[in-house]
């Protein structure tokens, strides 16, 4: 460690204290066994699961990923061994780790499932946060709830009553404005919002003529969309008081950096998990130098300190 | 079994002939637990274009060497073929099931037919290797007679080699399959073992069945994470979807659902 400061890399996201603001997004990390030889998971500042549904979900027909220009597209369609399963079979390998675990839950028909899935997991003591996937591409719906201001303020309302867990949106960038369903999920209740997930997406075999995913389309992630997302975190916290996790890209240090700048409390490392299972390791190492480098004792202080270009 | 990320060493990248080539890297985790039908997932680029790792079959170990063969078919696979001995490169493995097997057959029993199309053969190999005391025939089939891969590999190892070639110009004129089913006249063998398309493999498959023979296969499919966690590589099987990295990549055929 460089001579002087040992910078503070805790924050807060609602009850819920990080001991780093690094965690990894829903679905790119499987229930974190997959990762057990690759990675020290115990450094991780949190774990967010793969989505879970109450009854187990087969998901979508295959070709299910397609690379894409410096990003992919998926179309896994949300499957999970059910929430049963999920308690019984990975929940305890989960549990061990000593971090803090955030489950992520989802609705296949109606609203109403969120509440059946938070009474369950209200009661386990290690889930330390609720993330409400509200916002998945691949259900093939009109509608996701996350697109609908009133839909989403009455699903935090309700699930606001069922839980003193922390509770986190996560947004869809498929929107006219992202800062309407977030100022829609602040005043409902919600801890902390995260943002983005997948933009929806389609890609063509030209030769075959047909579509590279089994579902049509699916939903586009990787570096790739990193400067959509960045841009919808700035919105956001130029509007919304509560603490946001950006994720969209984020890569290295320098890309959880800009989530960081531009107003994220944490961030959530995805897709590079495929492709760097270090990436989110490195990137803690990468924060602590960066806040050493800047002289900056606590990294609360970096948060949404975004100067303007004439400064 | 233990899964490593490794910057490994690359002794050799070579060309064979066509598009294919092999590369031979130094691993000594890998080398030491690696088993026939397993992969390795390379990535190719410290950027991001292309984005993900490339799973390819382990050839064979020798010491602390692991070597793979690959066909340059796109951006990622092209990029690894520039590569060169003395560089590093980022490799995850060994992953994925391995065929189910036995090391051992009976003197004087029934031979296991391993049937490879196309670059296919690379993890054959490497099995044909592991079966010792009575080797297996091994039938190979391609389009033409250059793209045929590996018959010296395996005539070293002292196993009979029959081919096939969609043009004739070497062995049987027509299917793999097709030579598969004339030598399933004469021969009733242990158990099938085959890798290569996905057209190939269902007739395989269908043959097995017929035949009431077991039939190991291993598949391909493009991959995201190659560990388990993505479930963007499924296969529909009778138990479900499965996962060809994780689950597979070897299948039996009379788990698949085609």
Known sequence: MVKGINPNLSVTIGKLVLKNPVMVASGTFGYAEEFRDLIDLRKLGAIVTKTITIKRRHGNL??????????????????????????????????????PIIVSIAAEESPE???????????????????????CPNQQKDKLISQDAKATFELISAARKLTQKCLIAKLSPNVTSISEIALACASAGSDALALINTLSGMSIDVKKRVPKLGAWAGGLSGPAIRPIAVKMVWDVYNKIK????????????????????AGSTAVSVGTVNFVNPQASIEIIAGLKQYLVDNNIQNLNNLIGRLKACKD | MKIVQVKAKIISNKKLSGHYWHLEFVSGEIAKSALPGQFVDLRVINGFEPLLRRPISIHGVSGDKVKIIYEVLGKGTQ????????????VIGPLGNGFAYKPTLKSGGAKNILIAGGIGVAPLVFLAEKIKTVKPLILIGARTKGQIL??????????KVELATDDGSAGLKGRVTDLLKNVLEQV???????????????????????????????????????????????????SGYQRVCKDGPVFSNEELIW
């Not at chain 1, 059946?116 to 916002?135: F, G, P, R, T, Y």
């Open chain 1, 62 to 99: 295959p070709p299910r990923t397609c690379e894409t220009s410096s990003g992919m597209l998926n179309s896994i369609g949300l499957e999970n061994p059910g929430i049963d399963n999920f308690i019984q079979k990975k929940l305890p390998f989960l549990k061990s780790l000593g971090i």
């Open chain 1, 113 to 135: 499932e969120f509440e059946i899935l938070i009474k369950q997991l209200d009661k386990i003591n290690e889930v330390s946060a609720i993330e409400l996937n509200i916002s």
């Open chain 1, 242 to 261: 509560i603490p946001i996790i950006g994720m969209g890209g984020i890569v290295d240090t320098e890309s959880a950096l800009e989530f960081i700048i």
């Open chain 2, 79 to 90: 990029i690894l073929s520039t590569k060169k001995g003395g560089q590093a490169l980022d």
């Open chain 2, 150 to 159: 590996c018959t010296q590999e395996f005539k070293a190892l002292g196993c």
């Open chain 2, 188 to 238: 009733k063998p242990s158990r099938l073992f085959s890798c290569g398309p996905h057209p190939m493999l269902k007739t395989v498959s269908q043959i097995a069945l017929e035949n009431k023979i077991k039939a190991q296969l291993s598949l391909e499919e493009h991959m995201a994470c190659g560990i388990g966690a993505c479930l963007g590589c499924v296969v529909l099987t009778k």
